[in-house]
């Protein structure tokens, strides 16, 4: 079941979407998480599809390895969109079954939520999936620059998220091989009551923290050894260069927050 997750991995490929500067992507990845939630305007969801397709297109992410991995990410889009249908009032009544009432309102607000929630994780997928750690940190430390004048550790801060990306894709391989272990020993993961399902994971979560924290501690002691001491005074060996095609990606999503804030504005 954890096998296919592919959120926090890192696919190499020679595309467009991979030789961005990081700091381009992480603010096009900013502006359109925030932006895509401030309208429900049609041209702002099929603005905001169309700019997914394409960085879906021009990322050359095997397609088959991406469906693969957002299946796991499509029953938590299914259960959002059920939650929508079970709990809106409002609209005229499309079923009626006597325990559940189906609105149109509740259709059309699961069906955009879903709609949404999809196109922003393909679009923060996209951003993992083609910059590697080492990238992604000194993205967002630079990006974090203005707080480091009010004493804020930014690059330990940078660092740290970097390093819980870095490790989600090992975390879910260690759970995967810890429920294995577990039903070879007998533990049934799919069948009994919520409560029963629930004390099965117990087992798995136990050794997986045990685990966690053991390589996290070695993780320390190694950065320790090499003496790595993070913030002031420290040199990078890789520097970031902003490039023309980074202007235009930052011209285009400026372009689709301006229009958001436009057909917000009109109503």
Same mark, same amino acid.
């Given at each position: 079941?954890?096998?296919?997750? @592919?959120?926090?991995?890192?696919v *190499?490929?020679?595309?467009?979407?991979?030789?961005l500067? !990081?700091?381009?992507?992480?603010?096009?990845?900013m502006?359109?998480?925030i932006?895509?939630f401030?309208?429900?305007?049609?041209a702002?969801?099929?603005?905001?599809?169309?700019?997914?397709?394409?960085?879906?297109?021009?990322a050359?992410? !095997?397609?088959?390895? #991406?469906?693969?991995g957002m299946?796991?990410?499509?029953?938590?889009?299914?259960f959002?969109?059920?939650?929508?249908?079970?709990?809106?009032n409002?609209?005229t009544v499309l079923?009626?079954?006597g325990?559940l009432?189906? #609105?149109?309102?509740?259709?059309?607000?699961?069906?955009?939520?879903?709609?949404?929630?999809?196109?922003? @994780?393909i679009?923060t997928?996209?951003?993992?999936?083609?910059?590697?750690?080492?990238?992604?940190?000194?993205?967002?430390?630079w990006l974090?620059?203005p707080?480091?004048?009010?004493?804020? *550790?930014?690059?330990?801060l940078?660092?740290m998220?970097?390093? $819980?990306?870095?490790?989600? !894709?090992?975390?879910?391989?260690?759970?995967?091989?810890?429920?294995?272990?577990q039903?070879?020993?007998?533990a049934?993961?799919?069948?009994?009551?919520?409560?029963?399902?629930?004390? $099965?994971i117990? *087992?798995?979560?136990? *050794?997986?923290?045990?685990?966690?924290?053991?390589?996290?501690?070695d993780?320390?002691?190694?950065?320790?050894a090499?003496? #790595?001491?993070?913030?002031?005074?420290?040199?990078?060996?890789?520097?970031?260069?902003?490039?023309?095609?980074?202007?235009?990606?930052?011209?285009?999503?400026?372009?689709?927050?301006?229009?958001?804030?436009i057909?917000?504005?009109?109503?």
């Open positions: 079941m954890f096998d296919n997750v @592919i959120i926090g991995q890192f *190499p490929r020679e595309s467009v979407i991979h030789r500067d !990081p700091r381009s992507k992480l603010i096009a990845v502006l359109f998480v932006f895509l401030t309208s429900r305007h049609p702002v969801l099929i603005s905001g599809g169309l700019l997914t397709v394409t960085a879906f297109a021009l050359n992410i !095997p397609l088959r390895f #991406y469906i693969k299946r796991f990410i499509a029953i938590i889009i299914l959002t969109f059920i939650l929508h249908v079970i709990m809106t409002e609209g079923w009626d079954a325990w009432t189906v #609105y149109t309102g509740g259709v059309i607000e699961g069906a955009l939520i879903g709609l949404r929630l999809l196109l922003l @994780i679009m997928t996209l951003l993992t999936l083609s910059t590697t750690p080492v990238d992604l940190t000194d993205g967002m430390e974090m620059q707080l480091a004048k009010t004493k804020v *550790p930014t690059h330990e940078a660092l998220m970097s390093i $819980a990306l870095r490790f989600i !894709p090992t975390l879910l391989e260690e759970t995967s091989k810890i429920a294995k272990a039903m070879a020993r007998g049934n993961f799919s069948q009994g009551s919520l409560w029963q399902r629930l004390k $099965a117990v *087992p798995i979560l136990i *050794p997986l923290f045990v685990q966690a924290f053991k390589r996290a501690e993780l320390a002691t190694a950065m320790e090499r003496g #790595y001491a993070g913030g002031d005074g420290r040199t990078k060996y890789r520097q970031l260069a902003w490039e023309r095609k980074d202007t235009i990606v930052i011209g285009v999503f400026v372009l689709f927050s301006l229009m958001t804030i057909l917000q504005w009109i109503g």
